[in-house]
T-cell receptor, first 113, second 116 residues
Framework: AQSVTQLGSHVSVSEGALVLLRCNYS??????LFWYVQYPNQGLQLLLK??????LVKGINGFEAEFKKSETSFHLTKPSAHMSDAAEYFC???????????FGSGTRLLVRP | DAGVTQSPTHLIKTRGQHVTLRCSPI?????VSWYQQVLGQGPQFIFQ???????GRGNFPDRFSARQFPNYSSELNVNALLLGDSALYLC???????????????FGQGTRLTVV
């Protein structure tokens, strides 16, 4: 069965430091992958999506992610964290069923001043 | 343009009661999906509707049902509420029925359901 694994339920970085949030997928078919952000008491907002056109995907708010088939990974990065990046981040996949998203368990990003 | 709107934003129900949650998709979007997000977990797929027809169903009991109206708005109904049904219920809309794998789903702010 298709699944998405996010390593680390909490990640804490200092303001200005590199942000790295990890996502690994398990799919029998080439997946379409997404990163969503959720701010407190809000819904999900799309940060970026992988669609096989390019392995390095740039998203909003300075985030980017690299698709590595050999590692079955789609890690999210941002060179310099800002206080406003504090939120919960979800990796999601569409693989064998196109009508639904399979979400990871989420990673809460904490940004220290 | 208005995004996906959900109502109510919060509600409290007693075990055994019934609840109806409502969702209005983005104008022009014909697909509506429902997800349940339990505290500390990622969203879990419940239903997808396209053009008033159910296109997909997740692993949820028959107490959960939904429908889509001619204006593409949708309702999620849950009968015989259990404490474990307490969660954030998210509605998402998209323009296609799911044939395009990279289509973005736009999410509403959710309805926070508490069952006591």
């Amino acid at each position: 069965a298709q699944s998405v694994t996010q390593l680390g339920s909490h990640v804490s970085v200092s303001e200005g430091a590199l942000v790295l949030l990890r996502c690994n997928y398990s799919s029998s078919v080439p997946p379409y992958l997404f990163w969503y952000v959720q701010y407190p008491n809000q819904g999900l907002q799309l940060l970026l999506k992988y669609t096989s056109a390019a392995t390095l995907v740039k998203g909003i708010n300075g985030f980017e992610a690299e698709f590595k088939k050999s590692e079955t990974s789609f890690h999210l990065t941002k060179p310099s964290a800002h206080m406003s990046d504090a939120a919960e981040y979800f990796c999601a996949s569409r693989g064998d069923s196109s009508y639904k998203l399979i979400f990871g368990s989420g990673t809460r990003l904490l940004v220290r001043p | 343009d208005a995004g996906v709107t959900q109502s109510p934003t919060h509600l409290i129900k007693t075990r055994g009661q019934h609840v109806t949650l409502r969702c209005s998709p983005i104008s022009g979007h014909k697909s509506v999906s429902w997800y349940q997000q339990v505290l500390g977990q990622g969203p879990q797929f419940i239903f997808q509707y396209y053009e008033k027809e159910e296109r997909g169903r997740g692993n949820f009991p028959d107490r959960f049902s939904a429908r889509q109206f001619p204006n593409y708005s949708s309702e999620l109904n849950v009968n015989a509420l259990l404490l474990g049904d307490s969660a954030l219920y998210l509605c998402a809309s998209s323009w296609d029925r799911g044939e395009y794998m990279n289509t973005e789903a736009f999410f509403g702010q959710g309805t926070r359901l508490t069952v006591v």
